[in-house]
Antibody, heavy 121, light 111 residues
Framework: QVQLVESGGGVVQPGGSLRLSCAAS????????MHWVRQAPGKGLEWVAF????????YYADSVKGRFTISRDNSKNTLHLQMDSLRAEDTAVYYC??????????????WGQGTLVSVSS | QSVLTQPPSVSGAPGQRVTFSCSGS?????????VHWYQQLPGTAPKLLIY???IRPSGIPDRFSGSKSGTSASLAITGLQAEDEADYYC???????????FGTGTKVTVL
């Protein structure tokens, strides 16, 4: 079955860096675009970044543009989010998510369990 | 600030029908981009309820239905159940900003 497992979250000081990873399995990772989505404590969902299946195009929310970098390693079925110049307002649970994909059970998208990033001094 | 606006909350008694909107603009919903709807229970990842404006993934009860008209989309829940109490988000693409966007979210309360 499709599985996404995030890792790399933790506590970091303002101005610091963190690299999130998302290990994918159960589908042809190299065929599908991937998103990062975050949710600050008690707040709504915020889309962060998207990368095409082959990594050729990347898109970012204005709030993270120039500070975050999305990337992928299709040979390792892994998605990454490099987060630099972190701010308190980046504190959130970060989810990786697939675009709509077609599996045996039909069309759906899939999300990881989320990893918490806390930016605090 | 999201470009997709939803009412903060709606409520209904068990068995009732509730509907709520996702209001966008000519650069997102009105431009023809698909709207997806998610349900999020506390402490869990969002779950896809509707994709492509009105299509339910396998396993989603037919009590949930989506529609789209002009620059808005709507989600309807019929036969409201206690387990439907959750946060709901719409999701689409905005061509003027070249970004994906989520709605502001609607909290559904079952009275």
């Amino acid at each position: 079955q499709v599985q996404l497992v995030e890792s790399g979250g933790g506590v970091v000081q303002p101005g610091g860096s963190l690299r999130l990873s998302c290990a994918a399995s159960g589908f042809t990772f190299s065929s599908y675009g991937m998103h990062w989505v975050r949710q600050a404590p008690g707040k709504g969902l915020e889309w962060v970044a998207f990368i095409r299946f082959d990594g050729t195009n990347k898109y970012y929310a204005d709030s993270v543009k120039g500070r975050f970098t999305i990337s992928r390693d299709n040979s390792k079925n892994t998605l990454h989010l490099q987060m630099d110049s972190l701010r308190a307002e980046d504190t959130a649970v970060y989810y990786c998510a697939t675009v709509l994909i077609v599996v045996v059970s039909g069309t759906n998208d899939y999300w990881g369990q989320g990893t918490l990033v806390s930016v605090s001094s | 600030q999201s470009v997709l606006t939803q009412p903060p909350s709606v409520s209904g008694a068990p068995g009732q029908r509730v509907t709520f909107s996702c209001s966008g603009s000519s650069s997102n919903i009105g431009a023809g981009y698909d709207v997806h709807w998610y349900q999020q229970l506390p402490g869990t990842a969002p779950k896809l309820l509707i994709y492509g404006n009105d299509i339910r993934p396998s396993g989603i009860p037919d009590r949930f239905s989506g529609s789209k008209s002009g620059t808005s989309a709507s989600l309807a829940i019929t036969g409201l159940q206690a387990e439907d109490e959750a946060d709901y988000y719409c999701h689409s693409y905005d061509s003027s900003l070249s970004v994906y966007v989520f709605g502001t979210g609607t909290k559904v309360t079952v009275l």
